[in-house]
């Protein structure tokens, strides 16, 4: 959880893996999102001027990377001519180079080992043989890399320290050949020299910076003080601090002003700030209840959260004072990346009144940075909703001129905070905030009753925002719509309708509407369903006959909504009545059907005997499709989902688990309860045995779909234990005939010596299995 944007910090685009992250490294958010630039092949750049002539880099890179054999012949034609020792080093190179392959995989494209010393002998003549003092770099670095791969590393330090180093002239080879030597010295056990080693080829080599800084970070080095006695500048002391800084696991603000001290302009600075930020932010946002919540309480590493969460408050006000300070140096300049730093922490400590201060005098400085100038947006968006008592018109334009900028965003940061701002205004509209002030108060807010029917509808338009991320990409605090269309009242939904169609909207409400994207459409289709959920059929049935015609003819539901919802499965036996069968074709609308429903019921409760019994019965198919096993879901639903009931996406604490159980088994939608009743009327009134056993017979079913609900739940009670297991197996037995079978065991004792069940025996095989409970049980 993180609002502050380590891209507003001047890192390079090839640092920005080292933003925080509980990853090993940032590699696809910079690979993805952030790399504007590559680093320059420094050896094809290098290979180039020494050749000369007409021949393209890429040609030399396919060369010397034995990419291309014609390529590898025209470089060695172009220097055979003038410099054949050339070519022998190259011939010599490609022989010892084997592949390279992953330096961190044992085994990965390893070199010949009894070749490696036949190598390193013809590495050392040639050094011996050349006066040219590129190709004499080149064979220093090759002796030194061959004596590592023979795992020599005595000799590797010796062949760098008397051939390398007294080079006069020394490029990037020869820091290639100092990260070797660095790798030797770490596997030797000199870990502090290792460290200044790998610093200073991280500092001075860009194609080698990569390595340096893995080689600590895979073993977990930190910054030891002994490093620093081989540094002869300050320059070489400030390199062993910056590599130091971005290593995880640490606090880094004592290398970070060491840092800043020895080389202010480096642009690690500003990077490591942020990652001391980011780092620590996560202790602000999560509650030790939230931990309890995810059942991480009593992981060992819990007494490690509850520790940081309480220094993390002093650390962070060391974070303030230091960002305040280098506000005001004018070494470090950017002073507009400091301010909004030390804004952000007044903040995440509830000082609201210095962070505006400090806000104010961040905009005031220039900066080309975008992302810098994004950041003080964001942050001046969070300090509204924080400061935020009381809405009115001069609040709400400044909210929506927010919300309009951060409503489509790649970031994932500016993402969170524009659904913490959205979900805190929503809270707003909904009921009396209390006030807030000091250093990680209390930001709950009072219970007083709602708002009016327009501010309801302005919280709902709020949440329903929090839905949207930018098409291109995933975000983890947006918000999953349909969670919201599943709980949603009717009478918020109405209330929202009204506030749509009000005749004269203000500026802010006519931007909020139109940022929500949410049509009189959606939202009479979305009334219709939460109504026909909660069986409100006429009331439903005018929602969707506001729905524009078109809608019906779009594809969900000329796919989704195309049998009769009228008709349940089943074979078409003699009956009283013409039941049509499940495979009969759609001849209702939303509308119509919604209709016929409210009719029906009307009609039942004036009816007697079997014309009861078959409109109680038509009902109870009615209520049965409009559930997860029927063909009219979509009319409650806008999804359907094979996973469902969602019995595993639920809370480890025990009390928000049960909630979420006991909602489940009170969802008709699962239980299909309300089928069930209309079944069970059927079968009380009904007068002919074939009525009275098919509706008997459903409403068994129905039972049984509570069973599958509770079924499911108590997997995830017992742990998530296979339905297969016979324990489980023989406990769920047991719980179906205690609780889950009063009506089974009614149809079983009274309508299975009748016609219907010698039809349904011969004709149904989901019929047989629903019989076999009872051969099971020995009934």
Not at 562 to 589: C, I, R
Not at 634 to 657: C, F, I, M, Q, R
Request: proline share 4%; net charge neutral; charged share 20%.
């Amino acid at each position: 959880m993180s609002f502050f944007m380590p891209e507003s910090t001047n890192a390079q685009p090839e640092d920005r893996r080292y933003f925080f992250t509980p990853q090993f490294y940032n590699d696809a958010e910079s690979a993805e999102q952030y790399t504007t630039s590559t680093i320059v092949d420094e050896n094809t750049q290098a290979w180039a001027g020494y050749v000369g002539g007409n021949l393209p880099q890429t040609l030399i890179s396919k060369a010397l990377y034995a990419e291309n054999t014609e390529a590898v012949s025209t470089l060695k034609a172009a220097l055979n001519r003038t410099n054949p020792q050339a070519v022998t080093y190259l011939d010599f190179a490609w022989a010892a180079d084997n592949g390279q392959g992953n330096p961190w995989e044992a085994g990965a494209n390893q070199p010949d080992s009894a070749n490696l010393p036949h190598l390193f002998n013809d590495a050392q003549k040639g050094y011996k043989s050349v006066n040219d003092a590129f190709l004499k770099e080149r064979y220093g670095f090759q002796m030194v890399k061959l004596a590592c791969e023979m795992v020599d590393y005595k000799q590797a330090q010796l062949v760098y320290d008397k051939l390398c180093k007294p080079l006069p002239k020394h490029t990037f080879i020869s820091d290639w050949a100092l990260c070797r030597r660095a790798g030797a010295t770490l596997a030797l056990g000199d870990t502090a020299q290792a460290i200044y080693e790998f610093a200073q080829v991280f500092d001075r080599c860009p194609s080698r910076r990569k390595a340096a800084e893995t080689s600590l970070r895979r073993y977990n080095i930190k910054f030891q003080e002994g490093a620093m006695q081989y540094a002869k500048t300050d320059r070489e002391r400030a390199a062993v601090y910056a590599l130091c800084a971005i290593q995880p696991g640490q606090d880094g603000l004592d290398l970070l002003k060491a840092l800043a001290h020895l080389a202010p302009k480096n642009p690690l600075v500003e990077l490591v700030m942020a990652r001391e930020i980011n780092r620590n932010e996560y202790y602000f946002f999560t509650s030790a209840q939230e931990y309890v919540n995810y059942g991480l309480l009593n992981r060992p590493d819990s007494t490690v959260f509850e520790g940081r969460k309480t220094e993390a408050v002093s650390y962070f006000d060391k974070l303030r004072s230091f960002a305040v300070e280098s506000a005001e140096n004018k070494e470090l300049g950017n002073g507009a990346f400091w301010y909004t730093a030390a804004a952000y922490l007044d903040y995440i400590g509830k000082d609201y009144k210095a962070a505006q201060t400090h806000l104010d005098q961040a905009a005031f400085l220039p900066t080309t940075n975008k992302n810098l100038k994004s950041q003080i947006a964001v942050q001046r968006m969070l300090l509204l909703a924080a400061q935020t008592e009381k809405i009115t018109p001069e609040v709400e334009n400044q909210l929506i001129g927010y919300l309009e900028e951060f409503d489509s965003t790649l970031n994932f940061r500016l993402n969170n905070a524009f659904v913490a701002v959205c979900k805190q205004f929503a809270d707003l509209y909904q009921q009396k905030p209390a006030k807030k002030s000091g250093w990680l108060s209390s930001c709950t807010r009072s219970t007083d009753e709602p708002f009016d029917g327009p501010s309801q509808a302005k919280a709902y338009l709020l949440t329903m925002l929090t839905t949207q991320a930018n098409p291109a990409t995933y975000f983890a605090s947006t918000v999953d719509p349909h969670t919201i269309e599943d709980s949603i009242t009717p009478t918020v939904v109405q209330q929202a309708i009204a506030f749509a169609s009000q005749p004269n909207p203000s500026d802010f409400d006519k931007r909020l509407l139109t940022l929500s994207g949410l049509t009189g459409d959606y939202l009479n289709l979305l009334l219709g369903r939460r109504l026909m959920m909660n069986h409100h059929y006429a009331e439903a049935a005018d929602a969707f006959a506001n729905v524009k015609p078109e809608t019906w003819k779009t594809e969900n539901f000329t796919m989704y909504f195309q049998k009769n919802p009228f008709a349940v499965k089943m074979p078409q036996l003699g009956a009283p009545v013409n039941f049509p069968a499940e495979s009969a074709k759609n001849l209702y609308t939303p509308v119509q059907f919604a209709r016929r429903m409210a009719d029906l019921k009307q009609q039942a409760k004036a009816a007697t005997g079997d014309k009861a019994a078959e409109l109680y019965y038509q009902l109870g198919c009615g209520a049965w499709n409009l559930s997860w096993y029927g063909n009219a879901w979509l009319l409650v639903k806008s999804y359907w989902s094979a996973g469902e009931p969602p019995v595993y996406d639920v809370p480890t604490n025990p009390v928000a688990k049960q909630k979420r159980f006991d909602a489940l088994m009170h969802t008709d939608y699962y239980t299909t309860a309300y089928a069930r009743n209309y079944f069970e009327q059927s079968a009380k009134l009904a007068k002919t045995s074939v009525m009275a056993d098919r509706s008997a017979y459903m409403a068994a079913r129905c039972e049984s779909n509570g069973f599958s609900v509770q079924r499911s739940i108590e997997q995830i009670r017992n742990g998530y234990v296979y339905e297969e297991d016979s324990t489980f197996v023989r406990n769920m037995r047991v719980l179906r005939k205690t609780k889950y079978a009063n009506l089974y065991d009614d149809f079983f004792k009274n309508h299975t010596h009748t016609m219907f069940n010698k039809e349904m025996i011969r004709e149904c095989a989901m019929y047989k299995d629903f019989l076999s409970f009872g051969e099971q049980t020995g009934e």
